[in-house]
């Protein structure tokens, strides 16, 4: 463990839960139930390792396609954790912060994301990073729709002569969150479902064959020390 190689960000698609639970004949619901206590393990874990951002898909924007029970059961969940979890998060000094459109979410969501991130924001062991109505492709869209916002014509057309990519990273949800070093996916699918599109595009990937609710601390740190053993080379020759 001493020689592990800590990846500063870490990005992970929670995904296995509805099938955790098919396989013990129990409702879906019962698996994000479980995963909620998953994600907490694992911020910890990734706190005692050392890493410094820690981004989990809660929820894409693709998933409201799913039956209203399931979304509302989601939804709930999500505002209970906020209530539930803000001692641990004031005892473990994490900040949240959130990724993804407020558009869809009830008032009352919103106005408790908000207080967690202010009661949070100046806790420094580690920024927890919900991705919750998050599509990459919409952010990229929306960053597009900032960059534009309250300018001349004139004025667009000289943000965009100048536009660099580290320039564009200003604009996304993630402006001042360094890039994953590696994501994580569980349930053994290899995909990555409109996550973190431009973010990742020189992360390292890890898929674990493990549906998220039996995701474990000791999984946590096998694939940071895959990670570990990949020579990243963004390209050039090392
Ligand atoms: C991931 O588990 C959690 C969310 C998408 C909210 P799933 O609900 O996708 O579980 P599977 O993939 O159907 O097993
Ligand atoms: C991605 O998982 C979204 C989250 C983990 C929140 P999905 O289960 O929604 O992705 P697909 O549908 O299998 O691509
Ligand atoms: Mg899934």
Known sequence: MKDLKIPQHIAIV?????????????PRIMGHRKGKETARQVTSACSEL???????FAFSRENW???????????KLLEHAIDSELE?????????MTIGSSEGLSERLIRKIRRTTELTKDHK??????????GGRQEIINSIRRLASGKSPEDIQQTIDALTPE??????????????????????????????????????????????PDFTREDLIDAVAEYS????RYGGLR
């Open 88 to 96: 641990y998060l004031k005892r473990e000094e994490i900040r949240v």
């Open 125 to 134: 062991r580690i920024n927890l990073v919900v991705a919750l109505n998050y």
């Open 50 to 56: 050392g890493v410094k951002f820690l981004t989990l």
């Open 65 to 75: 396609k799913r039956p209203k029970l399931e979304v509302n059961f989601l939804m």
């Open 167 to 212: 320039v564009f990273d200003g604009y996304l949800d993630t402006a001042g969150i360094p890039d994953p070093d590696l994501v994580i996916r569980t349930s053994g699918e290899m995909r990555l479902s409109n996550f973190l599109l431009w973010q990742s595009s020189y992360s390292e990937w890890v898929v674990s064959p493990k549906f998220w």
């Open 14 to 26: 929670m995904d296995g839960n509805g099938r955790w639970a098919g396989k013990r004949h129990l």
């Open 229 to 232: 053993e990949r020579n990243r």
